[in-house]
Nanobody
Framework: EVQLVESGGALVQAGGSLRLSCEAS????????IGWFRQAPGKEREGVSC????????YVIDSVKGRFAVSSDNAKNTVYLQMNSLKPEDTAVYYC?????????????WGQGTQVTVST
């Protein structure tokens, strides 16, 4: 059974940093792409980042480029989202996802989410 467990969400002041973790189990980690999606109140869910575990290729959306970075510790089956210079508009529930292959489509398994709140 595929399981994804996010952690690391918190209340932080603007300009601060957080590191989210997504611990995966129940599948062959190297065969998957792990994504981070977020959903803010009243807004549509959006993809934030993706890492293809097999080849290490990463991607982040333009609005977080230079502030967020995605990485993985394959020995721990864990993906991290390092978030720096946080802005109030980064406030959202952050979810990690697992899609078999190299692309984060959000069509596979989802975690339960972790709340990130950035105050002014």
């Amino acid at each position: 059974e595929v399981q994804l467990v996010e952690s690391g969400g918190a209340l932080v002041q603007a300009g601060g940093s957080l590191r989210l973790s997504c611990e995966a189990s129940g599948f062959t980690f190297d065969d998957y792409a792990i994504g981070w999606f977020r959903q803010a109140p009243g807004k549509e869910r959006e993809g934030v980042s993706c890492i293809s575990i097999g080849d290490g290729v990463t991607y982040v959306i333009d609005s977080v480029k230079g502030r967020f970075a995605v990485s993985s510790d394959n020995a721990k089956n864990t993906v991290y989202l390092q978030m720096n210079s946080l802005k109030p508009e980064d406030t959202a529930v952050y979810y990690c996802t697992a899609d078999q292959g190299w692309v984060c489509l959000g069509r596979g398994s989802w975690g339960q989410g972790t709340q990130v709140t950035v105050s002014t």
